[in-house]
């Protein structure tokens, strides 16, 4: 057990060390320990179109690209950044409109993001081979926190660590809705 902590401890305070020294946002580009090379995509997503995939895990579909950028791989524009209530606002009128094609479209829990974290990655900790071009930011969930629950939920693709910020500071944001059993 002492071994598994020691290792656990090591691998954390080199990602540590790693972020205090920082890498240039402009030249940054995603750094994965060396055991995870470029392997084929986990048979557990399941592209739909170009702005949809499925976790055929949870059955729960997901925005590709980070709201606010477009294109087949995601690399036109840039993630639109709001505040919670603005997300609110954005889900309201895209439910309204059906994009999609659905209206039940949500900010994802706190665990729902989690489970897009890529252990052994950093800058972003998301796979780029579902989720292209996704840029190393807190992303909104739709967990309150905070002692007086007025704070949120979020999860820095940075690190891939939760935390909470003030529901007024702006975040990017990825969609997430229960879709039709997969085929």
Known sequence: MRGKRMGLMRRRAWWILLLAVGLPAAQAAQVCQ???????????????DAQRVRDKQTGLEWQRCSWGQTGPDCAQGQAQRLTWPQSQELIYRLNRQGWGEAQNWRLPTRAELLSLVRPGCLRPSIDLRVFPHTEALWFWS?????VAGSDRQYVDFATGWPGEDDPQLANAVRLVRRGPPAD
Do not use: S, T
């Not at 060396?34 to 592209?47: E, F, G, I, M, T």
């Not at 739709?142 to 905070?146: E, L, P, S, T």
């Open 142 to 146: 739709d967990d309150g926190g905070g």
């Open 34 to 48: 060396a055991d995870l090379a470029p392997q084929v995509v986990d048979a557990r997503w399941q592209p739909l």
